[in-house]
């Protein structure tokens, strides 16, 4: 994923900047970057490896190198940026947040059209951003070549542009799969994916810019480039998992959206299950995003909420990092600390955000039994995720048979029972107990339920045909 943020004002902005790109950094652990407008100096760029610290410890000689009336900022989960860039449009630092799954056929189009180049990293990749502001050049103003880049791209782009007199040029992905927020105060605007981060600075709420719609920015006002589309598709995980707490995403908050998304699922249970959840003992999540959730399902269903392991953080305090896989599954385990008294010979059910490939969900599980608990039921915020994230790349699967629910049906009744996803999303189905049944044997669960997908929906509370549902059921 990854995440941006920047202002435009008439006073030095670049502390508040630095703020508000930092308080992205639940959104990516790979590249943090800064670009600042100063009338003397002009355009500057910092970018640096995030990878084995945080953005602020990073940036926190910036002050002494940069300042600005304008700036941008970037946490980004794959490319360097923000990128600055010289073209017929001017110079400007871009950078931007999404997926481009057709890169490869783009790069070779415009190197045979073009006659011209590209920086290349290692192993010989393009840049996105590089990529994305190739794009927009080719036409003679940033909108035509915003709009030019979103209709060749297949998959998803936000972009935040900073320009060489200070202006923003914000434009969302032409379907709105994600958000951005704009605020206001008396010298300014800022652009943030989300909002409580310029919200913390003094900002008040603007608006949202709808679906492919594209604004200019200056401490004056802000002008429409380009109005928005029809079509929104604005991914649910936004408040199932990866949206921070304190947003509010299309004027649904992502903490209130959970306490309903666990009260749901304990009414389900309740109906579905009668008399299992009067044998639980305590409730909990699995920290942190699982939490909320597991507090509405336990207020619901009237079980006491209690944090039986606590993520241990000073130290570690992104579960992301470190980059290499059995590394974070490591850490995942040393930080997981057991409140005894809370564990031992206790029913435990636990809410996660999703069940993705589980491998770090199996070694809470075991932590659990190997510090005493009777029984681990486990409950899931979102449904079976059964296909693998081509607009966000949120799951960081790189095939759908990275999905343990995958894996598990074709265990049950191979390469056949991929054609009955449907059912095997339903836990009302001989197929849906099915794949239930096996994943609690394969992970020692006492008892396994997801979420539904009407469920879900009806937590956000948002029309179903504005949501992206695409990892849980494939439609576009």
Not at 95 to 104: D, F, L, P, R, W
Not at 116 to 145: C, H, P, W
Not at 243 to 257: F, H, K, L, Q, R
Request: glycine content about 10%; some cysteine; hydrophobic content about 35%.
């Amino acid at each position: 994923m990854g995440g941006f943020f920047g202002i435009t004002s008439r006073r030095d902005c670049l502390a508040d900047v630095f703020f508000g790109v930092d308080y992205h950094s639940h959104l990516g652990t790979r590249r943090g970057g800064l670009a600042a407008y100063d009338p003397k100096i002009g355009l500057q760029r910092k970018i640096h490896n995030i990878e084995n610290a945080p953005f602020r410890t990073k940036f926190d000689h910036v002050f002494e190198e940069m300042r600005g009336t304008s700036a941008i900022g970037c946490i980004s989960d794959t490319d360097p940026q923000p990128l600055l860039a010289r073209s017929k449009l001017g110079t400007y630092a871009i950078c931007m947040i999404g997926v481009i799954n057709n890169a490869q056929e783009l790069i070779d189009r415009y190197l045979a059209q073009t006659g011209s180049y590209f920086d290349s990293m290692t192993g010989g990749r393009v840049n996105s951003t590089d990529l994305i502001s190739a794009l927009i050049n080719q036409k003679g103003s940033f909108a035509e070549g915003i709009r030019f880049a979103n209709e060749q791209i297949e998959g998803t782009a936000s972009i935040l542009i900073l320009q060489e007199d200070g202006a923003l040029i914000a434009a969302r992905d032409k379907v709105g799969r994600l958000p951005i927020c704009i605020g206001h105060n008396e010298t300014g605007y800022a652009v943030s994916f989300e909002s409580f981060a310029y919200q913390k600075m003094g900002y008040e709420d603007e608006r949202e810019l709808g679906p492919g719609e594209i604004v200019r920015l200056t401490p004056q006002g802000i002008e429409q480039l380009a109005a928005p589309g029809k079509k929104k598709r604005i991914c649910s995980f936004l408040w199932s998992y990866y949206g921070y707490p304190t947003s509010t995403y299309e004027g649904v908050n992502v903490e209130a959206m959970r306490y309903r998304n666990g009260a749901i699922m304990a009414i389900n249970d309740r109906l579905s299950r009668p008399g299992e959840t009067e044998q639980i003992d305590y409730v909990g999540g699995v920290p942190d995003s699982g939490t909320p959730h597991a507090i509405g399902y336990a207020n619901q269903s009237g079980r006491p909420f209690a944090r039986a392991f606590i993520k241990y953080t000073p130290t570690w305090s992104r579960s992301f990092m470190p980059a290499n896989q059995a590394a974070r599954n490591r850490i995942a385990k040393m930080k997981q600390i057991p409140v005894n008294e809370l564990i031992r010979g206790k029913n435990l059910l636990f809410v996660d955000d999703s069940i993705v490939r589980g491998t770090q969900l199996k070694e809470t599980v075991e932590f659990l039994y190997e510090s005493g608990a009777k029984a681990v039921h486990m409950r899931s915020a979102c449904p079976p995720i059964m296909y693998a994230c081509k607009y966000l790349n949120f799951s960081r699967s790189n095939s759908d048979m990275d999905l343990i629910a995958r894996r598990v049906i074709v265990e049950l009744e191979g390469e056949e029972g991929l054609e009955h996803l449907e059912e095997y999303s339903d836990g009302n189905t001989a197929r849906g107990q099915n794949l239930r049944r096996a994943i609690c044997e394969k992970f020692h669960f006492a008892s396994l339920e997801f979420q539904s997908l009407e469920g879900v929906i009806q937590a956000i509370g948002l029309p179903a045909c504005e949501l992206c549902t695409y990892c849980w059921n494939g439609k576009e």
